[in-house]
C-alpha cells in the first residue's frame, strides 16, 4: 500500500480519525486471520483455546499518510461491542497495532527473532496514546521508553476508527524501524477483540507474509 | 525450567485450625493494602465442605490432567467478592448511638470471601464441617508459571518460592486462568497479576511468614522441605500425614494439610457409633486423594497411644510445644530487625 506525502498536515491533525485529510488517503481492506493455535506459546494457552475462535475481527480497512516528519495509519473495522476500560479481570480491551520490519525478512509469525527484530506501534482502548514495542522473538516484546508513538481510537456505532503514529525516524539504539520518504517496507497489522478475551498472542493478524508499504517520496527541495 | 535448589514448604494442621481469619488479617495488612488490592486474599480461610473462595473454584479447571495442560476458567473479582464498603463514619462519628449500624453500602451483596462460613454439610446431631486455609502451594510444577507467555513468572532456585515478575508482566492473566487453585489476583490499577509471595522479604532476614507466625492456632509449619531435623520432613515424608490438596491438579503442591479428624456420629438412639466416620471418607478423599485413610489410621493409632498414657512423638510434632520450633528455623522476631520501605 501506498502512503502519500500530504505536505500540510501535520501529525496533531492526522490523528483524529474524523479528520478531513484522510479523505484522499486511499483506504485498502486487509483481511485478517487468526493467530495458529500451534503457534501459541504455552500449552495452556492452547488447550484454553482449542475450541474457541482466535481472531474475531476478520478485515480491516487501512490507510497511511506522512507529512515527511511523522507516519500514520488510520485503521477502521467493525466490532460490535466497545472494550475499553476494564471492571473485572475477565474483560479485556480492544487494541490494535502496526508490525514493521527492522531488518529484511524479519519474521512475523514468531514475532521476530534474535537480531530479527520487529517493531509494533500499539494502541489499546483502556489507555490515552500508544506504546512503541521491539521483540525478537514470541513473549520476548518490551515496551520502550518514550513517547514515541502516539494514538487516537473512537468507538462509532459499532465500528472503531483508529489512529497510530510516530515519527518517521527517531533517536534510539534500539532496533525499531528508522524510515524514510520514498522508502519500501513491509507492513502487517493485528487487531484484538477484547470481547473474545483476546490478549497477548491470541488475535487476528494480516498473516504471515508482509504486506508492502511504500511511503511516497518528496518533491526536490523538500526538507523534512 | 532448571529445577530449584531447595524447596520451602508448609504444613497446616486442618485438627488445629480454628477458622479464626487472624493469618488472613496478618496477609491483608503487610501486603495487600495498596490500590487494586482491596478484594484481594492472598490467604483466605473457609469452611469445607463449601462453595470455597473465589466461589467454586474446585470446579474450574486449570492444572493438569495426565501431564496435559487442563483448560481453567478466568477467576472474576465478583467469583473472589468485592471489598465492601460500610458506613463506618455514619455509625462511629454520626452521632446516631445504636440507631445506627454497620451496613455495606451500595449494591446489596450476594457473596463474599467467606460467605458459606460455618454451613459445613451433613445433619444435626451429625453435621460437620472444616476450615481449610489456602495461600498459593508455591508448586514444583506451577501451572502459573508454565502458562505466562511473557515467562513473567519465576520459581527461585535457593527455595522454590514462585513470583510474578511485576515489570515482566503485560497484564494477560493467562497465569489466572491456568492456576487450579485460583490463587492469583488482577491488579485492575496496576495491571498487573499479583499473588501470595510466601512472605520472601521476611524468609529471607530468617523470619516465618505473617500468616504462620501470628496464627494462634499454632497451625503452620514452615521450613525446607528437605530438612530432616524439621516439622515439615518429618509430617509429609517419615510420618506421611500432611498431604497436598488436589494432587490430582498435578502441579505438586509445597503446602501440605494435616487431614482433620472428626468426633464420632450418633446414631438414632443417641449412642456413640464409631463405625463409619462422621466425615464422609470421600469427601475426604477427594480433596487429599485415597492416601487420605492411612493419613487418618496414623493420627488415630499414634492419639490411641498418648490416650493409653503411652508417648507419641507424631501427636507431640502437631501439638507444637515449642511454638518456635513450628519454624524450621525461621524463628526470628520480627521486632528485632529495622525494616526499611525500598
Ligand atoms: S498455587 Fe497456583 S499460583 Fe501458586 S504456584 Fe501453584 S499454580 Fe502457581
Ligand atoms: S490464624 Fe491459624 S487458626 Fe486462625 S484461621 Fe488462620 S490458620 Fe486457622
Known sequence: MQAPYLPNSGVDTLLDPGAPAWGSVPREQLKLEGTPLGLQPSSAIRSRWMERKIGNIDRVEVAAAHDGRDLAFRLEWDDATENGQASDSDQFPDAAAVLLPTVPGASIVTMGGPGGAVNAWYWRADADGGRHVVAEGIGSSRTLDGEWVRGRGIWKAGRWQVVIARALRIDTPEPVAQLEPGQKTGLAIAVWDGANGERAGIKAYSGPTWRDLVLDAMPAGRRS | ?342
Open chain 2, 1 to 342: 525450567m532448571a529445577p530449584n535448589k531447595r524447596q520451602l514448604a508448609m504444613v497446616m494442621d486442618l485438627n488445629k485450625c480454628i477458622g479464626c481469619q487472624t493469618c488472613t488479617i496478618a496477609c491483608k495488612r503487610l501486603w495487600t493494602r495498596d490500590e487494586g488490592m482491596e478484594y484481594m486474599w492472598w490467604n483466605s480461610v473457609n469452611t469445607q465442605p463449601g462453595r470455597g473462595t473465589p466461589r467454586d473454584w474446585e470446579q474450574m479447571g486449570g492444572g493438569f490432567r495426565d501431564g496435559h495442560a487442563r483448560p481453567g476458567r478466568m477467576p472474576t473479582r465478583r467469583d473472589f467478592g468485592e471489598a465492601w464498603e460500610f458506613n463506618h463514619e455514619e455509625v462511629f462519628f454520626g452521632g446516631k448511638g445504636a440507631k445506627a449500624h454497620l451496613k455495606v453500602q451500595g449494591e446489596e451483596p450476594d457473596w463474599g470471601p467467606n460467605w458459606d462460613e460455618d454451613q459445613g454439610a451433613g445433619e444435626y446431631p451429625n453435621a460437620y464441617y472444616f476450615y481449610l486455609p489456602r495461600i498459593c502451594n508455591h508448586c514444583t510444577h506451577p501451572a502459573c508459571l508454565e502458562a505466562c507467555p511473557r515467562k513473567a513468572i519465576v520459581k527461585r532456585q535457593e527455595d522454590g518460592i514462585v513470583l510474578v515478575d511485576e515489570d515482566r508482566c503485560r497484564g494477560y492473566r493467562f497465569c489466572m486462568e491456568a492456576c487450579p487453585y485460583k490463587k492469583i489476583y488482577f491488579n485492575q490499577a496496576a495491571k498487573v497479576a499479583q499473588k501470595c509471595i510466601f512472605c520472601f522479604p521476611r524468609i529471607e532476614q530468617g523470619v516465618a511468614n505473617a500468616c504462620a507466625r501470628q496464627c494462634p492456632g499454632r497451625v503452620r509449619f514452615l521450613g525446607y522441605r528437605d530438612d530432616h531435623e524439621a516439622p515439615i520432613w518429618k509430617l509429609v515424608d517419615q510420618w506421611k500425614v500432611a498431604l497436598p490438596l488436589h494432587p490430582d491438579y498435578e502441579t505438586e503442591p509445597n503446602v501440605f494439610y494435616v487431614p482433620p479428624l472428626a468426633p464420632p456420629r450418633y446414631d438414632e438412639k443417641g449412642e456413640l457409633d464409631e463405625s463409619q466416620p462422621r466425615i464422609p471418607n470421600e469427601y475426604l478423599i477427594s480433596l487429599f486423594g485415597p492416601v487420605v485413610l492411612d493419613a487418618l489410621e496414623v493420627l488415630k493409632a499414634e492419639m490411641a497411644k498418648t490416650r493409653g498414657g503411652g508417648k507419641s512423638e507424631l501427636m507431640d510434632l502437631l501439638i507444637a510445644y515449642r511454638w518456635k520450633e513450628m519454624f524450621g528455623g525461621f524463628d526470628r522476631d520480627p521486632a528485632t530487625i529495622e525494616w526499611t520501605k525500598a
